[in-house]
């Protein structure tokens, strides 16, 4: 704008006058040949405050971006989820996968237990979700498989039930993923852990003793 008012004969006096600045600083920008570009100042990003917070997450429960994304708002983060998401993929590269050791049980000793959902039914002219329990041996893999509409806690045990009758028994343990039917508030320890205490009179009655799968650890129940 001084340059253009300058081209149009404009004395440095009646320039300074009409916009208010110094005439050091209008004979400063006619002298310049470009614009002067605009400087950020070396602003830190958003989430540079975070990186040890999300390296940490990673490295340790190889969290998904989404999840550590709703972690860091919790924290405070203003930033968006594409700059979590860019991050999270810059600290993967560098990340080791660790090999997983395959454990194995003998006979009897134990057996895992998951839920699956398998889309909605119509019953009675109304959709119901769907789901599949499964039980699987650890040592034979002999599965039982069961489809319910039902997953309280009161059918989750009559299901047991229908398996322990399939199979002709029970295993010594059973592990089962962190679903609130078996546990309500899951910590690290799993001793710590708030267990249902239906289903936990339930598993003592017959002497089962319930295991439990390692947080964002998945592959713990990697038969089922």
Known sequence: MIKSMKEQGMSISEIARRTGASRKTVRKYIAMEKPAKYSR??????????????????????????????????????????????????????RRIQAVYRYETEPGKQSQVDFGEFGHIEIDGKQRKLYAFSMILGYSRMRYVKFTTDISTENVIKIHLNAFSFYGGFTDTILYDNMKQIVIDRKIKASESTFNQKFLDFAEYYGIVIRLCYPYRPETKGKI
């Open 41 to 94: 100042g070396g602003r830190q990003s958003v989430i540079a405050p975070y990186t040890d917070y999300v390296r940490s997450r990673i490295d340790k429960y190889n969290l998904s971006a989404v999840r550590i994304y709703e972690e860091i708002r919790e924290k405070g983060y203003p930033g968006s989820y594409t700059t979590v998401k860019r991050l999270c993929r810059e600290l993967r590269k560098d």
